[in-house]
């Protein structure tokens, strides 16, 4: 069993700045990239950013500049931080990970239960 929890979530102004975690536990072999994505209401979920298990990162183009994605894999912990908060970036956003539950066995997708930004303006 594999479990991704999320936390840090909330309420802001605009402008204002949020920092989301999500901590990996149960059985897992090596995870491979980590990201968040995020869905607004009668939308689609899009990546937000992604970072590599060489540290290397991806953002949407809406971010960049604003948001901070980082790892530490001593805790299986992936990162978001969120500044200068903008109405249009509230949604539920979600954690992602790439992993292998053995060394010999394929890539899974895991995603977390989801943490409620909303941003006021």
């Known amino acids: 069993q594999v479990q991704l929890v999320e936390s840090g979530g909330g309420l802001v102004q605009a402008g204002g700045s949020l920092r989301l975690s999500c901590t990996v536990s149960?059985?897992?072999?090596?995870?491979?990239?980590m990201g968040w994505y995020r869905q607004a209401p009668g939308k689609q979920r899009d990546l937000v950013a992604a970072?590599?298990?060489?540290?290397?990162?991806n953002y949407a183009d809406s971010v960049k500049g604003r948001f901070t994605i980082s790892r530490d894999n001593a805790k299986n912990t992936v990162y978001l931080q969120l500044n200068s908060l903008k109405p249009e970036d509230t949604a539920v956003y979600y954690c992602?990970?790439?992993?292998?539950?053995?060394?010999?066995?394929?890539?899974?997708?895991?995603w977390g239960q989801g943490t409620q930004v909303t941003v006021s303006s």
């Open positions: 992602n990970i790439n992993a292998k539950r053995t060394s010999w066995g394929r890539e899974y997708d895991f």
């Open positions: 149960g059985n897992i072999f090596r995870i491979n990239a």
């Open positions: 970072i590599t298990g060489g540290g290397i990162t």
